[in-house]
């Protein structure tokens, strides 16, 4: 059964709102989430590193006053893109980290943002 | 630098036919992890196999199957038999021991015609 969920899976919403993605882990506890972007027949670019009772870390080139990521539980992560621009368009997906025998990144289904 | 490189953007192929996907990787740790993932048009990434550093078996799950070779950093999959439902975007990532963080390829997109 699927480890990570998110919500919405799809979203529209017109350029200045902000929409807010919320990622869960289901089976287990999450100190450590990742957020991702795919443009359109690109690879995964990591965000941003989101670490349950701490500020994120963000990758270079990606600002953290627009991508607000709040990691308030060890089940879930929320990505909030304020805002929002049509450039912001993109596939989003979320992941967490299970270390130990797995060390293995869990993936989100995504969801897939529309600023229009 | 890239850590790891998918030289091959775009394959097709008729049905049945065996396919083989390259993933050249970089590192100086000796301790890694290496993955393939399937992104079907969906989106959702689809976990396929997870190798360690220290395992050189190849393996075989079905029609799939992996080659690792340390001595040119290279972790090849190839599909037997290709059917169309293979068709899909396929990534192939690098965890260093002691980082969280995955470096994915550029990806693959494999188009198996019927």
């Known amino acids: 059964g699927a480890v990570v969920s998110q919500h919405p899976s799809r979203v529209i919403c017109k350029s200045g709102t902000s929409v807010k993605i919320e990622c869960r882990s289901l089976d287990f506890q999450a100190t450590t989430m990742f957020w991702y972007r795919q443009f359109p027949k690109q690879s995964l670019m990591l965000m941003a590193t989101s670490n349950e009772g701490s500020k994120a870390t963000y990758e270079q080139g990606v600002e953290k006053d627009k991508f607000l990521i709040n990691h308030a539980s060890l089940t879930l992560s929320t990505l909030t893109v304020t805002s929002a621009h049509p450039e912001d368009s993109s596939f989003y997906i979320c992941?967490?980290?299970?270390?130990?025998?797995?060390?293995?990144?869990?993936f989100g289904p995504g969801t897939r943002l529309t600023v229009l | 630098a890239q850590k790891v490189t998918q030289a091959q953007t775009e394959i097709s192929v008729v049905e049945k036919e065996d396919v083989t996907l390259d993933c050249v990787y970089e590192t100086r740790d000796t301790t890694y992890y290496l993955f393939w993932y399937k992104q079907p048009p969906s989106g959702e990434l689809v976990f396929l196999i997870r190798r360690n550093s220290f395992d050189e078996q190849n393996e075989i799950s079905g029609r799939y199957s992996w080659n690792f070779q340390k001595s040119t950093s290279s972790f090849n999959f190839t599909i037997t038999a290709s059917q169309v439902v293979d068709s899909a975007v396929y990534f192939c990532a690098l965890s260093e021991a002691g980082g969280h963080q995955f470096y994915f390829g550029t990806g693959t997109s494999l188009t198996v015609i019927p």
């Open positions: 992941s967490t980290y299970r270390g130990g025998r797995t060390d293995t990144q869990y």
